[in-house]
């Protein structure tokens, strides 16, 4: 039911007295209902959306399909709400890093700390199999080992207050139905995001075998380790 009022506020029907007719919904339940997500506004008995991103990731929390939200929210939305939760938790973010270690490499977000670095691939997928997973957990595995290679790292970490500490190779998705360890790469969903990044210290003690570690990077200009 969710799902379906959902579909209809976002695509323009934000009459309370319309919701309660199409879904047989009294309004005091539809405001109930509504009441329990994050951005979205009632006024004079009309339905609001403030905040597309913040809807769309607490509407995740409450079961609705990732295949609907998706088709609200861009990638680049996506990617941004992942930059900013990021951002949030202390990190400095760059964004789609390009760089060359044997061939060109893309890299979508990389946050850093003083003493750790969480390299992002984002995935606004409708849906997925866990063989794609493996097999894109694998290529972003791949990706940061060659991050860990190149000077670009480097360059990137003296802009920053990075010392040294691991590197966390990271998948987020739009999809619930899969989290955990995958090709010692981290897949995340979009709405644990954030829990992740709090937790992350105590994670990366559990399963440090699979976690890389950089150590005296070096300045590409000067030779000089980073403080």
Known sequence: MLS???????????????LSKIYGVNKNTLIHILGELEGISIVDEKVYVTNKISLTISALTKGVSPKLLSKYLTWSEFESEVS?????????????????????????VVG????????????????????????????????????????????????TDFAEGPVIPVIVTFISRYKGLMNNVFIVPIQFFNDFLKEIDMIIDEIPQNIFSVKGIRNPVRGEKLP
Request: aromatic share 10%; charged share 25%; hydrophobic share 40%.
């Open 4 to 18: 379906l009022i959902l579909d209809s506020i976002l695509k323009g029907t934000n009459d309370l007295d319309s």
């Open 112 to 159: 850093f700390t003083h003493n750790k670095i969480v390299v992002i691939d984002c995935k606004h997928w409708k849906k997925t199999s866990s063989s794609q997973l493996r097999e894109v957990s694998q290529k972003h595995y791949e990706r940061t080992i060659s991050l860990i290679k190149s000077i670009k790292l480097a360059e990137l970490a003296l802009k």
């Open 84 to 108: 900013r939760i990021l951002s949030n938790n202390g990190y400095a973010v760059f964004h789609n890093i390009f760089f060359h270690a044997k061939r060109k490499w893309q890299i979508d």
